[in-house]
């Protein structure tokens, strides 16, 4: 059990986002977490003490209380407390939290801690985007508290955009994260060769086409896997990140002709391929020596088709277990299992650039992944914690 020596505490702002809360309490109970609910006296009408208590297996306070006759049960809770999370918190309770309004058990509570804090806004879309709720959210970081922003969908309101609180499982794996998954090296003893970043194909000495990839999809996978204990090998186009780690082995490449010779050195010997590239579709045919002249109007460049690398890695599967990536901007999850099939694919990862931030270069990604028989979906979430929702898919598949 992940946090078995954990004491939560979760303090409850009134928005209708509390009804979530009970899946929180429930998860973080299941993983062996101690929880200790307390509310804002308006959450009150929007769920009750009793439900709370019964899943926490402990009193839900909204007041300050003196059981054992001394006034200072906040000072007592924010001590008791290994982390604090304020879900859902109101731009009401934000705006306390930021200006000192110590006016509830809720405000003082979080006064009184010393722990990490993470801090699960939940409104509606205007009230989110206000400069005053965005400064607000702003403070708390700059306090050292982790937020997990609110996501998109619909609002209870009726309206779409971005105020939903983040889901029960996010917050988990955020505070999960932090205090750190049991290492367990789930994949020690198994190669994976991982491509990523763009590629770039030169039309003269100064001049190319490519696309916008960082790289950072791609190099989160190669360290996630190399936390895991594998040996990776990253094949990058170009891209201005590093990588440190002991277990990665990484090789630059530039071109997509180059990215394929160098997947096919190592392709034999490797147990895991996971595609996460934005390979040039096309090339221009010829290359100029000399850098182009601006002497026409207009100007055209021929173009051929570039070897499609992860095709060929799938016509010539043997042991390997081979993850695509999909990047589609319409009929995405038909676009991706054609892929899936198409490539020879055991598991296939859609990212939709109809998805506010996903795809290339955000921080974030918000993913779907196929196999041939199921179908997972997944909330916004940062690069690093998309890889490990890969892994953790790949892993059961090769256990099945
Ligand atoms: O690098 P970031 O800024 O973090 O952005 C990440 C990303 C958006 C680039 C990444 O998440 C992603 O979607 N990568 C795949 C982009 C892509 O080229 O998708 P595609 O649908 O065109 O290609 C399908 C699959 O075939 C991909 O796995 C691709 O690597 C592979 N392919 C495509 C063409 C080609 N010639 N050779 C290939 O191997």
């Known amino acids: 059990?992940?946090?078995?020596?954990?004491?939560?505490?979760?303090?409850?702002?009134?928005?209708?986002?509390?009804?979530?809360?009970?899946?929180?309490?429930?998860?973080?109970?299941?993983?062996?977490?101690?929880?200790?609910?307390i509310m804002t006296p308006d959450a009150e009408n929007f769920v009750?003490?009793?439900?709370?208590?019964?899943?926490?297996?402990?009193?839900?306070?909204?007041?300050?209380?003196?059981?054992?006759?001394?006034?200072?049960?906040?000072?007592?809770?924010?001590?008791?407390?290994?982390?604090?999370?304020?879900?859902?918190?109101?731009?009401?309770?934000?705006?306390?939290?930021?200006?000192?309004?110590c006016d509830n058990l809720v405000i003082a509570t979080y006064m009184s801690a010393k722990c990490p804090v993470f801090v699960a806004p939940a409104m509606d879309l205007d009230m989110y985007q206000h400069p005053s709720t965005q400064q607000n959210l702003e403070l708390v970081e700059e306090y050292g508290h982790i937020i997990i922003p609110a996501e998109n969908g619909e609002l209870a309101s009726g309206l779409v955009g971005q105020g939903r609180m983040a889901e029960p499982e996010t917050i988990f794996q955020t505070v999960?994260?932090?205090?750190?998954?049991?290492?367990?090296?789930?994949?020690?003893?198994?190669?994976?060769?991982?491509?990523?970043?763009?590629?770039?194909?030169?039309?003269?000495?100064?001049?190319?086409?490519?696309?916008?990839?960082?790289?950072?999809?791609?190099?989160?996978?190669?360290?996630?896997?190399?936390?895991?204990?594998?040996?990776?090998?990253?094949?990058?186009?170009?891209?201005?990140?590093?990588?440190?780690?002991?277990?990665?082995?990484?090789?630059?490449?530039?071109?997509a002709k180059e990215m394929l010779a160098k997947v096919f050195e190592f392709y034999e010997a490797i147990d895991i391929g996971i595609a996460s590239?934005?390979?040039?579709?096309?090339?221009?045919?010829d290359i100029a020596v000399e850098k182009i002249k601006k002497n026409e109007d207009t100007f055209s460049i021929e173009m051929v088709k570039n070897p499609d690398i992860l095709k060929t890695m799938g016509d010539q599967k043997k042991h390997q277990f081979l993850v695509g990536f999909a990047l589609e901007t319409q009929n995405e999850e038909e676009n991706?299992?054609?892929?899936?099939?198409?490539?020879?694919l055991d598991m296939i990862v859609l990212n939709s650039l109809r998805d506010e931030g996903a795809g290339f270069k955000?921080?974030?990604?918000?993913?779907?992944?196929?196999?041939?028989?199921?179908?997972?979906?997944?909330?916004?979430?940062?690069?690093?914690?998309?890889?490990?929702d890969i892994l953790d898919c790949v892993e059961t598949q090769l256990l099945k």
Not at 83 to 101: Q, R, S
Not at 277 to 285: C, F, S, T
């Open 362 to 388: 955000n921080d974030t990604n918000k993913i779907k992944i196929f196999t041939k028989t199921e179908k997972k979906e997944f909330s916004l979430k940062s690069k690093d914690d998309v890889a490990k």
């Open 176 to 255: 999960e994260n932090y205090f750190g998954k049991p290492c367990t090296k789930s994949l020690e003893g198994k190669t994976v060769l991982i491509t990523a970043g763009p590629t770039y194909e030169a039309i003269d000495p100064v001049r190319f086409i490519g696309n916008h990839s960082s790289g950072k999809m791609g190099y989160s996978l190669a360290e996630e896997a190399a936390e895991r204990g594998a040996k990776v090998i990253l094949v990058s186009g170009p891209s201005a990140l590093q990588s440190k780690h002991e277990n990665i082995d990484l090789h630059r490449v530039t071109s």
């Open 48 to 101: 009750t003490k009793l439900s709370f208590s019964t899943l926490s297996k402990k009193p839900v306070y909204t007041e300050f209380y003196n059981e054992n006759g001394t006034w200072n049960s906040h000072v007592e809770l924010a001590l008791w407390a290994d982390a604090i999370i304020m879900a859902p918190c109101t731009a009401n309770t934000l705006a306390k939290m930021t200006h000192g309004i």
């Open 1 to 37: 059990m992940t946090l078995s020596d954990k004491r939560i505490l979760i303090a409850v702002s009134g928005g209708i986002a509390a009804y979530k809360i009970h899946f929180l309490i429930r998860q973080f109970i299941k993983s062996g977490a101690e929880v200790q609910v």
């Open 277 to 285: 590239a934005a390979v040039a579709d096309y090339a221009p045919k």
């Open 336 to 344: 991706a299992k054609g892929k899936l099939k198409k490539k020879n």
